[in-house]
C-alpha cells in the first residue's frame, strides 16, 4: 500500500514539477497597459523577449521559455485598438479600448490549473461565442480557452474586455 501511496505523490508532485504556472494577474494588467511601456514592462519586468510588431504598432508579440524547453513556452499577442476620438464640453481628445490577449501556451501548461484558477477568482463559466472554445465571464473580462491543442500540443486562450 505504501508503495502505491508513494508512486502516487511522485507521479502528482513531477506532472505540478514540469507544469508551468499561468499568471492571471500579469493577464489583467495586460489589457490595461500602454503601449509606450509593454517593452520595458515585458521584457525588463517578465522576462519576455519581443519577437515581432505587426499592424502599424498595434499588435506586440512576446515569448518566453522556460529551461530552454520549447514545452514550457508561452507566447504574448497583445491587441491595441485604434484611437477612438469623443469630444466633451467642446473639446476632442481620444481614447483606446482595453486590450485584447492572444496567448498560446505550449503542452507543459495545465490547462485544468488554469480554468480552476479562472474560477477560483469568481469567473463563471459560460456558452461560448466561438466554436471550440470553453468561456468564463466576469465583470468586463472574457477568457476563451481552446477545446484542443493543436497539433504541436499547445492551446490557444484569449483575454477580451470591454
Given at each position: 500500500m505504501?508503495?502505491?501511496?508513494?508512486i502516487?505523490?511522485?507521479?502528482?508532485?513531477?506532472?505540478?514539477?514540469?507544469?508551468?504556472?499561468f499568471?492571471?494577474?500579469?493577464?489583467k494588467?495586460?489589457?490595461k497597459?500602454?503601449?509606450?511601456?509593454?517593452?520595458?514592462?515585458?521584457?525588463?519586468?517578465?522576462?519576455?523577449?519581443?519577437?515581432?510588431?505587426?499592424?502599424d504598432?498595434?499588435?506586440?508579440v512576446?515569448?518566453?521559455?522556460?529551461?530552454?524547453?520549447w514545452?514550457?513556452?508561452?507566447?504574448i499577442s497583445?491587441?491595441?485598438s485604434?484611437?477612438?476620438?469623443?469630444?466633451?464640453?467642446?473639446?476632442?481628445?481620444?481614447?483606446?479600448k482595453p486590450?485584447v490577449?492572444?496567448?498560446?501556451?505550449a503542452?507543459?501548461?495545465?490547462?485544468?490549473?488554469?480554468?480552476?484558477?479562472?474560477?477560483?477568482r469568481?469567473f463563471?463559466?459560460i456558452?461560448?461565442?466561438?466554436?471550440?472554445?470553453t468561456a468564463?465571464?466576469?465583470?468586463?473580462y472574457t477568457y476563451?480557452i481552446?477545446?484542443?491543442?493543436?497539433?504541436?500540443?499547445?492551446?490557444q486562450?484569449?483575454?477580451?474586455?470591454?
Amino acid at each position: 500500500m505504501k508503495k502505491y501511496i508513494i508512486i502516487f505523490l511522485v507521479f502528482t508532485l513531477s506532472n505540478l514539477i514540469y507544469s508551468q504556472e499561468f499568471d492571471l494577474n500579469l493577464m489583467k494588467k495586460l489589457t490595461k497597459i500602454s503601449f509606450f511601456s509593454a517593452d520595458d514592462f515585458m521584457i525588463e519586468g517578465y522576462g519576455f523577449e519581443k519577437i515581432r510588431e505587426e499592424n502599424d504598432g498595434l499588435k506586440l508579440v512576446y515569448a518566453r521559455h522556460y529551461n530552454n524547453d520549447w514545452d514550457n513556452t508561452i507566447i504574448i499577442s497583445i491587441l491595441s485598438s485604434k484611437p477612438i476620438q469623443k469630444e466633451m464640453n467642446g473639446l476632442k481628445y481620444f481614447y483606446r479600448k482595453p486590450n485584447v490577449l492572444d496567448i498560446k501556451v505550449a503542452q507543459n501548461y495545465n490547462i485544468r490549473v488554469i480554468k480552476d484558477s479562472i474560477l477560483s477568482r469568481g469567473f463563471e463559466y459560460i456558452d461560448s461565442p466561438l466554436a471550440g472554445f470553453t468561456a468564463y465571464e466576469k465583470e468586463k473580462y472574457t477568457y476563451l480557452i481552446g477545446k484542443e491543442p493543436n497539433k504541436e500540443g499547445g492551446t490557444q486562450i484569449m483575454l477580451i474586455t470591454d
